[in-house]
Structure formats: C-alpha cells, structure tokens
T-cell receptor
Framework: EAQVTQNPRYLITVTGKKLTVTCSQN?????MSWYRQDPGLGLRQIYY???????DKGDVPEGYKVSRKEKRNFPLILESPSPNQTSLYFC??????????????FGQGTRLTVV | AQSVSQHNHHVILSEAASLELGCNYS??????LFWYVQYPGQHLQLLLK??????LVKGIKGFEAEFIKSKFSFNLRKPSVQWSDTAEYFCAVNYHGNSGTASKLTFGTGTRLQVTL
C-alpha cells in the first residue's frame, strides 16, 4: 500500500531538548516536504527536498533542519525546540517531475507540544 | 509572493444543501490546482485536481471544481452535502517554477465545513 509514514504521532517535549520526527515514503517519490498546520494559518511549508541530498527552505524554516540521505526518508529535526513550534506537522511526498508537482500524499501528522 | 485565498473560513450548512467554497490564487503563470479535505483528526486527502484540459473537474464523493483562468479561481462545489462531509477543506496551488525546477505547493488557510442534520 502506497503511504507516507510519520513517527511519532504525538510528542510532548520540553524547551531545548532536541527531537527528530521521522518521515518515510514507499512510492519512490523524488519530492518530499514538511508542513506545519496552525489554526487560521493553514499549512505552511517548512522545508522541501527535490531529491537525495537536495533540500531547500520553504516559507517558515527557522528553527528546523532536514536531511535527505535516502530517497525514502526525510526527517525533520528540531535542534532546540521552543513553545512557538507547538503545532501539527505533516510530511508529504509527490512524484515531482522536473517542472511541475503532481498530487501530494500526506502522512498522518505529528502533533508536537513544546512546554 | 504567491498566495491562495479562501474567503470562507467557517461554513455551516444543513444536509442536502448545496455547497460552494471559494478559492482564488495570485497570478503566477502556469498552475496546477488542488482541493484537499481533512476529516477530523485525520491527514489531508486529495479531493480533486486540475492540471490541464476541461476546466470542470470531478473528484471523489460527488465534489467538483471549476477552473476559471480569467478570475484566477478554482471554486469547489457539491450539489447536496451530507453530514459526513463535515471537515476542513484546503485549496492548494502549485506554481510552475520559471527555472524548470519543481516549485512548492501553496495552501489556502482552509474552510471549516460543518454539516448539520
């Protein structure tokens, strides 16, 4: 079954404690991205990756890092989480041929609370 | 900056009423257009998409949307809503990058639809 898998689904952490949210897709997609969803703001892109070892900032990259060492995995790293990073996070992947994006497939989401 | 506007933030309808949710995007050349639905507690799922061709596209669960290029709009419609359509709906636009590289998906802020029995 084609899917995007995020872990964990729920996470409560303290300010400053480094954390990683994993994302894995089994569709051999080139394009992967991370979004955060906040009430009244919709989804905003944090980082994206067009292929292995190719990543770039989205709209709200501050406080986040990503890596793309393998095609299937795209972890989101918060080196020093702060309360304003409390949000619902979604990983997405798409086939992403050069020049256009096709349909994006989303993971189940990770609800992060930073206290 | 590229943007997507959804003017209806919260819509309440009775079952069997007709639905139209507005979506407008800023000019940016060639675009792909999407509507996603998020049921309570779940991830986003694709309702329908427009890449080219017939501007009236049909999606799952009886939804359809019309691309009107002159108005930069991609409104979502359903003739008769059901209680199970209660969800949040997001319009999204992919602006093709001029350099030929894949460009990002820009989302609207979402419309919360509540269908009452």
């Amino acid at each position: 079954e084609a899917q995007v898998t995020q872990n964990p689904r729920y996470l409560i952490t303290v300010t400053g404690k480094k954390l990683t949210v994993t994302c894995s897709q089994n569709m051999n997609h080139e394009y992967m991205s991370w979004y955060r969803q906040d009430p009244g703001l919709g989804l905003r892109q944090i980082y994206y990756s067009m292929n292995v070892e190719v990543t770039d900032k989205g709209d709200v990259p501050e406080g986040y890092k990503v890596s793309r060492k393998e095609k299937r995995n795209f972890p989101l790293i918060l080196e020093s989480p702060s309360p304003n990073q409390t949000s619902l996070y979604f990983c997405a992947s798409s086939l992403g041929p050069r020049g256009a994006l096709t349909e994006a497939f989303f993971g189940q989401g990770t609800r992060l609370t930073v206290v | 900056a590229q943007s997507v506007s959804q003017h209806n933030h919260h819509v309440i309808l009775s079952e069997a009423a007709s639905l139209e949710l507005g979506c407008n995007y800023s000019y940016g050349g060639t675009v792909n257009l999407f509507w996603y639905v998020q049921y309570p507690g779940q991830h986003l799922q694709l309702l329908l998409k427009y890449f080219s061709g017939d501007p009236l596209v049909k999606g799952i669960k009886g939804f359809e949307a019309e691309f009107i290029k002159s108005k930069f709009s991609f409104n979502l419609r359903k003739p008769s809503v059901q209680w199970s359509d209660t969800a949040e709906y997001f319009c999204a636009v992919n602006y093709h990058g001029n350099s030929g590289t894949a460009s990002k998906l820009t989302f609207g802020t979402g419309t919360r639809l509540q269908v009452t029995l």
